[in-house]
């Protein structure tokens, strides 16, 4: 088990009262928040709750012109083919996409969806014998059991590639930059990376990828912990594909979006029958990255690593907890953000799937289990409590309370 290291300085554990007037309101905006005084939801990484905007959204929608997309020529359907088309300027905008014209905006049922279908549908036109590629198997399985797929496909084909762990750096969970950049040959022709990852909660440094890789290999980013949670900017980014999961940026269950360059490489079109649109979906999409435009990300972000120090730094103190990924964060006066809003704990004599249980007895929401993780994850299994805009430092000293006296 590792040691937990004691930082010299203390993180800071007070809330600027600036940043408390600003969060106050925005929480009162979740009528599933307001209506459990009682219950903790920390299990935004899995999924988030919605804003009334959001939910009225859709409602006006489905209540005023439902309709399907792209087909019909009366009012409702040409409401709707505009309101997707609408959805999809907004995806790009929220992105920071620097070249708008050129990129391409899919509707997806979330980060897996998108993904795959950068595996299953792109891939295997792009890649020819002998091609190698690198992803990430310690990251969450969407991001990993798709590649393999492509290359179990393209083998039936006839067409060998050669696929590649992402390599880490053992300590910080991060991906080894140096490592990386020895592994590419020129035959790398793909690469996959993860923005935030789900378990740790680590920002992996992504922008440093191209770097590595180099100009020619086409990177794709799961951006699933990162779209709605911090500021994403594809023109720092640097990647030809990003898949998100909308249902955990505040928009419905069912909706994501997987955005591609569109630069290089065979166009993305598939060619197959994508069938009607999430078309509600979609609408409660472009009301949550209105809402979280307007809340600011970089704001939201603040608050969640500071929510996550909080926890890292009670948990820290109680010595029959082990904190997997760096046991260390620092939040506001910080100059390395390196923890986002995701904390990932064991409790050393207690199985965490029964820690689950009697955390949910005292009224949090937390998950416990493998977490998805890929085939180089933890093999045991672990409590993670993860927040987003509407959680408080309340409920962070109210679980480490209650972690306390188990
Ligand atoms: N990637 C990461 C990093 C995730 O955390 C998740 C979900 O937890 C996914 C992909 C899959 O997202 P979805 O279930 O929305 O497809």
């Not at 020529?73 to 505009?82: L, Q, V």
Request: hydrophobic content about 40%.
């Amino acid at each position: 088990m590792r040691a937990v290291p004691t930082p010299a300085t203390p993180a800071p554990t007070g809330f600027p009262e600036e940043l408390r007037a600003w969060q106050a309101p925005l929480r009162e905006q979740f009528p599933i928040i307001t209506a459990n005084p009682g219950l903790a939801y920390l299990d935004s990484a899995a999924t988030s709750q919605k804003p009334r905007a959001v939910l009225d959204a859709a409602t006006a929608y489905l209540t005023t012109s439902n309709a399907n997309a792209g087909r019909g020529t009366y009012p409702w359907a040409n409401r709707t083919t505009r309101l997707v088309e609408q959805a999809r300027d907004t995806v790009r905008a929220f992105l920071g996409d620097p070249e708008p014209a050129r990129s391409r905006v899919d509707f997806v049922s979330g980060a897996s969806e998108g993904l795959r279908r950068v595996a299953l549908d792109w891939l295997p036109r792009f890649l020819t014998d002998g091609d190698e590629i690198i992803v990430p198997l310690g990251d969450h399985e969407a991001n990993a059991l798709p590649w393999f797929e492509a290359r179990d496909l393209l083998a039936a084909r006839g067409v060998r590639i050669t696929v590649h762990e992402m390599p880490y750096q053992r300590d910080s969970h991060d991906y080894d930059m140096a490592a990386l950049a020895a592994l590419v040959t020129p035959r790398t022709r793909f690469v996959a990376a993860t923005h935030v990852h789900h378990v740790y909660g680590g920002d992996m440094t992504v922008h440093l990828v191209r770097r590595a890789v180099g100009p020619e290999p086409v990177i794709c980013l799961d951006a699933a912990q990162s779209v709605g949670h911090v500021p994403v900017d594809l023109a720092a980014l640097d990647v030809d594909f990003l898949a998100f999961s909308g249902h955990k940026a505040l928009a419905l269950p069912g909706t994501g979006a997987l955005w591609s360059r569109g630069l290089r490489g065979p166009v993305f079109a598939p060619g197959g029958w994508d069938g009607t649109p999430n078309t509600a979906g979609i609408v409660s999409l472009t009301a949550a990255l209105d809402w979280l435009g307007d809340a600011g990300p970089a704001r939201i972000g603040t608050w969640t690593e500071a929510l996550a120090a909080r926890l890292t730094d009670g948990l820290r103190h109680l010595e029959r907890y082990e904190i997997l990924g760096c046991p260390l964060s620092l939040a506001f006066d910080s100059p390395v953000r390196r923890r986002r809003g995701i904390v990932t704990f064991r409790h050393r004599a207690m199985e965490a799937v029964d820690l689950g249980f009697i955390l949910y007895d005292r009224g949090h929401m937390v998950r416990s289990d493998r977490h998805c993780q890929g085939r180089a994850g933890e093999e045991r299994t672990s409590v993670r409590a993860s927040v987003h805009v509407y959680n408080t430092p309340e409920e962070i000293d109210r679980l480490l309370d209650d972690l306390a006296a188990l």
